[in-house]
């Protein structure tokens, strides 16, 4: 293991970021011994008291094209490790039974879980939405893979490079505004449309396990949760709207936009006291859930992606 494989994390232009990274950071090593590397950019550097909590503080060279969330597209040339699990800043790791995942994944060159899908409503959060078909006919392509990009394992190799590439031509291209939307900062996009379609160009499916065996567990729509560091227990119970509850199950939680608030700063804070930091400064962060979300397909449902 060693250096071969570790967690790959980012923090760019707003120092909040850095402070989540941490807490990821805190989580990571609480559950287990596999590295954390910080790749930070947009003017932020990383204080020297907290710089022992990465295994690597990597400086992301200067790139004017690229805002937020869209600085994923270079993962594979910023991280250190031959086998990358990276993470959200806003995710916590919550159960040593990660050591699953790295174990499943060996071998796979890229892997998110989620859905295909080329028919309907697709990447919808409060900032817009897109239509799944409509995106299909204008690539001329079968499927979008259809994922929350908290969380994306990736090898070091030609396979994933082409992945990375074809999501920064898609980016690059004449069709931006078509694929995704304007996102939290100036300038910056949803990047899950350009990854969903740049997969679905490629023919890689997301994998699609059991919503009680997941890696990450998102937090939208959350009426009632388990969430226990000590234990390693993660589960919810989610109300999509126009459906039926139903429960699911993970080691990573992905605390969309911090909702809900009064689930995480709890479980950053112990986090927190356990390392002698300062606990956070709650009125620094609004809950506004803006991470693209979409609608998993119930008991059974295909959401239709064409052959």
């Known amino acids: 293991m060693a250096e071969t494989e570790g967690y790959v994390v980012l923090a760019f232009d707003d120092s909040r ?10 989580s990571v090593r609480r559950a287990e011994t596999r590295p954390i590397s910080v790749v930070v950019g947009g003017g932020l550097t990383v204080p020297d008291r907290l710089r022992p909590l ?3 503080v990597i400086a992301a060279p200067a790139d004017g094209t690229l805002r937020g969330a869209m600085n994923k597209l270079s993962l594979a040339a910023l991280s250190p490790y031959g086998r990358t699990l990276y993470l959200d800043s806003d995710c916590l790791l919550f159960s040593p039974r990660i050591a699953f995942f790295w174990q499943k994944y060996r071998g796979r060159a890229f892997v998110v879980e989620g859905h295909k899908q080329s028919t309907g409503p697709v990447f919808a959060c409060s900032l817009g939405e897109k239509d799944a078909g409509a995106l299909c006919r204008l690539l001329n392509i079968p499927f979008l893979s259809v994922f929350n990009a908290g969380a994306i394992y990736f090898e070091r190799g030609s396979e994933a490079d082409r992945v990375f590439a074809a999501a920064r031509a898609l980016y690059d291209g004449p069709h931006r505004d ?5 996102y939290k900062h100036a300038g910056e996009y949803a990047d899950e449309p350009f990854f969903g379609a740049a997969l679905g160009q490629l023919g890689i499916a997301p994998d699609e396990p059991p919503a009680t065996q997941r890696l990450q567990v998102t937090t939208p729509n959350i009426t009632d949760a388990v969430m226990d560091i000590d234990t390693g227990d993660l589960r919810v119970v989610k109300q999509p709207p126009g459906a039926k509850p139903r429960v699911w199950g993970g080691v990573v939680g992905h605390f969309c936009g911090l909702a809900p608030m009064d689930r995480y700063f709890p479980l950053a804070d112990k986090l927190r006291k356990e390392a002698h930091l300062p606990a956070m ?4 962060f ?10 998993e397909p119930e008991n059974g449902e295909v959401i239709k992606a064409r052959s």
């Open 286 to 295: 609004n809950p506004v859930v803006l991470t693209a979300g979409h609608r």
């Open 281 to 284: 400064d709650r009125s620094l």
């Open 178 to 182: 078509e694929i995704s939307y304007r």
């Open 54 to 56: 990465f295994d690597r």
């Open 17 to 26: 970021y850095l402070d989540l990274a941490v807490n990821l950071a805190l």
